[in-house]
């Protein structure tokens, strides 16, 4: 079955946002909804449904990775527009969680969808088995529940319930579909109340929250505890309630109250806190409402953060708690938990309780911890699932602290009897089963994960900055190490080596791409030292350093073997610079381009004026003449555009139309391989562009431009200088019209600028800004 | 020297460029349009047509190569007829009217199809290549001076206060709203059939526009200045056509006849303040004609910025009973070559309607110039 055309009932936060995301798979998607009470005659009947899609294109995080996928979202009505279901192929049902509402939908859905389309419901509470009853046969064979997470296009985790009945063919189908085309982690879940992610993610909140009030912490305390060291977002409990809305806990609470078996835990935790209860009354929802466990005290006009008194239940300005626990335990989480004080034994209560949840409730919802770890890192962020922090604390050790806190040994963990339940076997990684045996954790058909390579084997060779591994095929990948991964002496020279190394390309080597699993593809250079080298006046280093970048870069371009660039996450300034250098780039969806060199006073000086200045200059639907590309590429750089996908970079010409876009990052690795294998075949490197270019009259143009923009107020007088060289550049600095130059006269006048501009204090000043405080300063 | 009169006038909805409904419209097809209409409208005979002049400020792209040929063509007007596209930035297509009156009145034809485009959607202002003299910007920066500083050193140098230009933006707005409520714009305008359908009304007036309203926008050239969008002239697309003839002709023919040429004028000024060039072009042209401001019944002042439009009233002594009768540029909108035409051929009808004798037509030019046209009754 292909999903050539889908349709999305309800047009709520979570309907429109999935709408919205598979219409950036490229799939032409309807979204329904109903038809207001009372409507004026001749008024919209498709109303909600049409807003939702102007919110959607007002929201932010923007729901879609191009305004223009807008278009692939047809808006409509449940009276008029049902017959619209019968060209779709998967029909998702999001609308309020009420089994009879829901029971009615799917009788009116039923006879008008096409045979063998896919129905599902997003719900996150209500049984499959329960959603089935008295429905048609044919209804309960295509029937099944796929629940996205909040927001649908970021949150990359997708449970996926099926029935007894439901066709396994269409399960199949579907969960390649939201795999492939949404980019989705499918975790196959069962039919239990809160599938994964919520159950055991509802039950931590509890559990910290209790912990919270039992043992008098802080909410700064709380969060700094269950927060970071324990590999969760810095959010923690409170932060995170603040930002999903802390009116969802009841909620969620009641319907796992309704459902749960008896004796579950959670039963046990449970408990109503007075204060929520009264932040809840008083429309203390959090970051929706009028504040939360935190919130931004603007008063006096100031912006002052608060945190809320678990006690007292009044503001006061909010903390930065030092805990002495995390101080002498470090990284290590068993010392954490060990620590005598009482951040300590909010440690040991948190990770106690929920991993010992979570390790109880296998196999009874989920067959295998890969689903179960899987989950909670996609749906909930956890930089490591619970049995993956059993490990980090060793089993026996986690089930010592069980006995300690009184809590009965989960029989899983019993089973481990001390072993781990991950372990390397012969390069290849294996999870123990629910019988007490390892088994290989299964990697699906086009997933290569560097992860896994790095298992496997050592690199072929590496430095402090860059490893260089083979990822098999002959093709080489290069992967970033250093601390955010930026970019250095030590980056040029692995690129250097894996140059050297794959040669002619002819050889054992055939190519060469460039990828990393971290956050951020790279962040660019590494301004700490750059900063280091102004300060002391390193002059000719720092220009040996930009000279090499170029060297390098260009050597890429120009070798004899293709290079492929597989980023996810940020790729700014030098990071961006390596991409445009590529032969092709394969970005994950979720990318984040740009070039913003003059954030930090200076301009891109690693070939990226000249290679975008290139690529506007190609583009056949500019007018004639040398301006129009020289003005885009002006724009682009001067505002330091950072696009907020793969899609939007396409239109910055960061990326090229012939780029190809991966949507599930588990896929790019192997989506790059097979590009790089493929360009391999046959390959001539690109041939160098000339520039024809206008000199100072153009730049004349474009100074003036700034100027104007400096008389609005909207550019500060180091905007103005670091403009007016970027300006320079871009129109080729004393070039004329009549004489082309080559990119060797246009990378010169980089450096040229570059140089010029770090002898400006105001760029030193922008530089440290940056370092110490993270944001652009506008000086 | 022969007699010159207006024998027809007719424009093309004027909308917000880039989100207005024209900004999909090739400006040739646009000016094109305006151009059959008129043809159409007045009944001549186009054979007899010696030129087709058509103003424009930025002539490439869509509207290069000699537009007024092109859309000759696409008007279906006769090859016999020769076609000129003129450029005198904002003054263009007046320019165009004034080439027409001086070739009239020395025998050297006597049917002219005057006309001016402006697609400030399709095509950039300063165009789509500005090369600038580097030197001439070091040496006298004021020869590339941007629009909305003329305006904020126009206010400046009259101490135009914000509220005064936001006073003349309003009323502009009331009355071109008023205008188009009485359909009092509807025998000028030519529907024009855009992508989105067909487009008969102007676009850019904002009937609901208050001083209030006004006050809360922020200075769009300066920082700490007075002028804001809202009392400039808005990036408008539009074209607009007027017919020039011999008034012998006109009548042996039985062309709708709406004004005499009386006289006509151009002036420089300084660039910096280029929104005073009116003041000493129109003086220029009232001399010629023999008259004086207190002689203009109707005054058709381009609004270019609110703050330049006060100074020329100021200077000049314009009776504002008389001025803009159905909403200058700030609410109409200034499609830069089309503007000429417009005003010189609203001028003429106005005179008609309102039986006054003598009305001036009148407006600034980038770089530091003015225009004028002083017109009769017939």
Known sequence: MQIQRAAVIGAGVMGSGIAAHIANAGVPVVLLDIVPKGMPAGADRSAVARGAVQKLLKADPAPFMHPKNARLVTPGNLEDDLGLLADCDWIVEAVIEDPAIKADLYRRIDPVRKAGSVVSSNTSTIPLAALVEGQSEAFRRDFLITHFFNPPRYMRLLELVTGPDTRSDAADALADFCDRRLGKGVVRCKDRPGFIANRIGAFWIQAAINAAFDLGLSVEEADAIAGRPMGIPKTGIFGLMDLVGIDLMPHIARSLLATLPEGDAYRAAYREHPLIARMIAEGLTGRKGKGGFYRLNRDGGGKVKEAIDLKTGAYRPAERPKPESLAAAGRDLRALADHPDRTGAYARTVLAGTLAYAASLVPEIADDIVSVDEAMRLGYNWKQGPFELIDRLGSDWFADLCRREGIPVPALVERAAGRPFYRVEGGRLEHLTVDGAYTPVPRPDGVLLLSDVKRAGKPVWKNGSASLWNIGDGVMCLEFTSKMNTLDADTMAAYGKAMALIGDGRGAWKALVVHNEADNFSVGANLGLALFALNIALWPQIEEMVEAGQRTYRALKYAPFPVVGAPSGMALGGGCEILLHCDHVQAHAETYVGLVEVGVGVIPGWGGCTELLARHAADPKLPKGPMPAIAKAFETISLAKVAKSAAEAKDLKYLRATDGITMNRARLLADAKAKALELADGYTPPQPATYTLPGPGGRTALDLFVEGVRLQGKATPHDVVVCRKLAEVLTGGDADITQPVDEDAILALERKAFMDLVHEPDTVDRIEHMLTTGKPLRN | ?378
Do not use: W
């Open chain 2, 1 to 378: 020297m022969k007699s010159v009169v207006i024998a027809g006038y007719a424009r093309s909805p004027f909308t917000f460029a880039t989100k207005g409904e024209l900004a999909r419209v090739r400006p040739d097809d646009l000016l094109a349009g305006v151009m059959a209409a008129l043809v159409a409208r007045t009944g001549l005979n186009p054979d007899d047509l010696e030129d087709v002049a058509v103003g424009c400020a930025f002539p490439e792209g869509e509207q290069g190569l000699n537009v007024a040929r092109l859309a000759s063509f696409l008007a279906k007007l006769p090859e016999t007829a020769g076609a000129t596209t003129v450029n005198r930035f904002c003054g263009s297509s007046m320019q165009a009217i004034h080439q027409a009156a001086g070739a009239v009145a020395m025998g050297a034809g006597d049917l002219f199809l005057c006309a001016g485009v402006e697609s400030m959607s399709r095509v950039p202002m300063m165009g789509f290549n500005p090369m600038l003299h580097p030197g001439l910007a070091e040496g006298y920066p004021e020869a590339y001076c941007s629009m909305g500083i003329t305006a904020e050193n126009v206010a400046r140098r009259y101490g135009i206060a914000r509220a005064e230009q936001e006073a003349l933006a309003a009323a502009s707005h009331a009355r071109a709203a008023e205008a188009r409520l009485q359909g009092r714009l509807e025998a000028e305008i030519v529907p024009v059939d855009a992508p989105g359908g067909r487009i008969a009304e102007d676009g850019c007036i904002r009937p609901e526009t208050s001083a209030e309203s006004l006050a809360a926008l922020k200075p769009a050239f300066l920082a700490e200045g007075t002028v804001t969008a809202g009392t400039s002239s808005p990036l408008t697309d539009g074209a607009a056509a007027v017919l020039v003839a011999s008034e012998e002709y006109a009548r042996a023919n039985g062309l709708p006849v709406l004004a005499r040429i009386r006289s006509i004028a151009v002036a420089g000024c300084a660039p910096d303040v280029m929104g005073l060039g009116p003041v000493p072009a129109a003086r220029k042209a009232l001399a010629r004609a023999g008259l004086t401001i207190g002689d203009m019944g109707v005054v058709e002042l381009n609004e270019a910025f609110a703050s330049q439009a006060i100074a020329c009233i100021r200077e000049l002594g314009v009776d504002e009973a008389t001025l803009n009768l159905d909403g200058g540029a700030i609410a109409l909108g200034h499609p830069l070559g089309a503007t000429g035409a417009r005003i010189t051929g609203k001028a003429a009808a106005l005179l008609k309607r309102e039986g006054k004798p003598f009305a001036l037509a009148t407006q600034c030019i980038g770089g530091g110039q003015g225009i004028a046209t002083v017109l009769e009754a017939v």
